[in-house]
């Protein structure tokens, strides 16, 4: 059995986003001198708890996959598959990662590409599935995933250096 959980890389960027919104947020509230509209609170408050949100689903996502079966865990969610079960497959291409929808007995669970062993669980899949089912995953090599990942990484980072540099900017800049 082996137990693999979301990439290092996005927990602490996703966290330090969570912190660079606050920071955000704050330098606002100041540079208003206290005097925001309640739309504007909400809006920054809104944004906060939505990264906040994002963050806290990915710490605890969680994918454990043994010889026969794969378990895809989230905040809200436990999902397990036999690998024989699996009826079809889906990838979703987003902006910075991957994501394959595993089709099974009427229903569905959505891999993550920002699962650290992404690659192996898909090796495994294709090797156990064979057909239709691997021919749909082959896109999904070392080359596609590695720039998808480039793609998110210099996406949190550009966020990152925006609510850093704007919170700078009104605080400390008049």
Do not use: H, W
């Amino acid at each position: 059995m082996k137990i693999y959980k979301s990439k290092n890389y996005l927990i602490y960027l996703l966290g330090l986003l969570f912190l660079s919104s606050i920071f955000f947020g704050v330098s606002v509230y100041f540079d208003a001198a206290g005097k925001l509209g309640g739309g504007k609170i909400f809006v920054l408050i809104f944004l906060s708890f939505f990264i906040l949100f994002n963050f806290i689903t990915t710490i605890f996502r969680k994918v454990t996959i043994t010889s026969d079966k794969l378990t895809i865990r989230t905040l809200f969610t436990n999902k397990t598959v036999l690998l024989e079960d699996i009826q079809d497959i889906g990838v979703i291409r987003l902006k910075g990662r991957y994501s394959v929808l595993i089709y099974f007995d009427d229903s569905f669970a959505m891999l993550p590409s920002t699962i650290s062993g992404f690659e192996e669980i898909v090796t495994v899949i294709k090797e156990s599935c064979g057909g239709e089912v691997a021919e749909k995953l082959e896109e999904l090599n070392k080359k596609t995933l590695r720039n998808q990942s480039a793609l998110g990484i210099s996406f949190l980072l550009f966020a990152n250096i925006f609510l850093i540099i704007l919170g700078v900017y009104n605080l400390f800049v008049q």
